[in-house]
């Protein structure tokens, strides 16, 4: 079990990584630059409508009613697709917030802050969950979680460019990077090492454009 672990961690470790050094490596060559309909956009996530977003005063009501939602949620694999959903959600309003309010970094702060909440929260939900990829419907929450969390890990490389000499910036995605990480290899632990591996390799592979598109 110990080993099966280490395995996975590592493959996770190596897959995120190379994301970012492909990022590093493709920069450096005569390749074009990175078209902007081959970022991650909101609708990447799954979702077509972001709403309120961290920067207006009624973003709490959004909160409440999250936090409404997930009480009600009682089944545990639901409990941890609704806590993916958010966390899509969150990511997708950091990525807006980071485009339309560069100039406000508190806003900036809290939108990443609240994703890596999402994160932690997602972390805990799979850990709670009993059931493994034995279970079809949880198969196929893996394959979503895989998906987005190259995606995530994309997304979130944007951002720390985007605010490149901004250093508090900065340390809050590379935060947000590590929970993304911790709740894959959490993630990792309802399968088996090789197929959670396969899973990550396939999101990897088949992401639009960018970096990830030349590793």
Known sequence: MFKSLHIVVVA??????????AGYVYAQTD?????????????????????????????FFKEWRRSVRSFFTLNPIAKVELELKVSNEKAAEAKIVGETASNNE?????????????QER?????????ETSATPR???????????????????????????????????????????GEAAVTAAGKDSAVKFAA???????????GDLKHL
Do not use: Q, W
Not at 122 to 130: D, I, P, Q, T
């Open 106 to 118: 508190l806003a900036v702060k809290k939108a990443i802050a609240n994703y890596k909440i999402s």
């Open 31 to 59: 390749a074009p630059a990175v078209e902007p309909a081959e970022t991650v956009s909101a609708a990447d996530l799954g979702v077509e409508n972001a709403g309120t977003l961290p920067t207006s005063p009624f973003y």
């Open 122 to 130: 997602l972390k805990l939900r799979l850990e709670s969950l009993k």
């Open 199 to 209: 899973k990550l390799e396939k999101a990897l592979v088949e992401s639009k454009g």
């Open 12 to 21: 996770v470790s190596l897959l995120l990584s190379n994301v970012f050094v």
């Open 138 to 180: 949880v198969d196929r929450l893996l394959e979503e979680l895989a998906d987005k969390t190259i995606k995530h890990d994309k997304l979130f490389d944007e951002i720390g460019e985007r605010f490149e000499d901004k250093a508090d910036i900065k340390e809050l995605v590379n935060e947000a990077k590590t929970r993304i």
